[in-house]
């Protein structure tokens, strides 16, 4: 197998040496055609293929290959030889190589031209290639699930009466009672939240069931009063007066 450095190096030579003997002759026509007033050799061989070509239009094309040699350090110019390339990239190759030094593609009756691989990157084996990505069991195409957050949201309460604050620090602010359990207190995380400092942390709750309104006080120190009477348990009746610490509210029943 030749040396590809050996082959390159040879090539480079018959280039230089060419382009020297070029323009050795460009120069002496050059100084001919001005002494004698002809044309210059360049023009007339240009007129020459040309009328050519216009004459023999009906001719086989010449069987010797013109390759433009892009790549070439002083490319540009067309050679007249045939000379072999490789499949994979294109490039020139020697006829002795059995590999293409640039991608790898196989040269020459070795059962056909090998896939070109990108240079710096080694062939992959056989069977090997990109994970296919894995399928939803079952099979089919992915369906998106609707999902249903009426169980996960908590459920609306209906309102059934009110409680209106007719004394204290909160006089005219009114809070709605709804179906259930109604705790009353001085804590934030009560239903109805009373800012009066003789309320208990849970003072009492108000609870409505089957169309019934109860008040019941859950033991607390000052006690809970409905209509000036202390209760532990009551049933209430729109516009009675219920008094926690020293709170005044106005029950208003909406059924």
């Not at 120069?27 to 040309?50: L, N, W």
């Not at 050519?52 to 290959?65: C, T």
């Not at 249903?148 to 709605?176: C, H, N, Y």
């Amino acid at each position: 197998m030749r040396d590809p450095l050996e082959y390159l190096k040879d090539r480079v030579e018959g280039r230089v040496y060419r382009k020297v003997n070029r323009a050795k002759h460009a120069v002496q026509g050059a100084a001919d055609s001005a002494s004698r007033g002809v044309v210059h050799r360049g023009e007339k061989a240009f007129d020459d293929r040309v009328g050519g070509k216009k004459k023999g239009g009906g001719q086989e094309k010449a069987a010797k290959k013109k390759k433009k040699m892009g790549w070439w350090p002083f490319g540009g110019d067309e050679e007249e030889v045939a000379t072999p390339t490789c499949g994979g990239c294109g490039k020139e190759v020697d006829d002795s190589w059995d590999l293409c030094p640039y991608c790898g593609t196989q040269i020459g009756g070795g059962g056909g031209a090998a896939a070109a691989v990108p240079p710096g990157q080694a062939p992959l084996p056989a069977g090997a290639g990109p994970t296919p990505m894995p399928q939803p069991a079952g099979g089919g195409s992915q369906r998106t699930v609707a999902i249903d957050l009426s169980d996960a949201l908590p459920q609306k309460r209906e309102v059934v009466g009110w409680l209106v604050v007719m004394s204290g620090t909160q006089k005219g602010i009114d809070f709605r009672i709804y179906t259930g359990l109604n705790n009353i207190g001085a804590a934030a995380d009560n239903d109805i939240v009373v800012t009066d400092e003789y309320l208990s942390s849970r003072h009492s709750m108000i609870r409505y069931e089957d169309g019934r309104y109860e008040l019941i006080d859950n033991g607390s120190t000052n006690g809970s009063f409905v209509n000036e009477k202390r209760i532990n348990r009551e049933e209430l009746i729109d516009n009675d007066t219920i008094r926690l610490g020293r709170t005044e509210l106005r029950f208003k029943a909406l059924y």
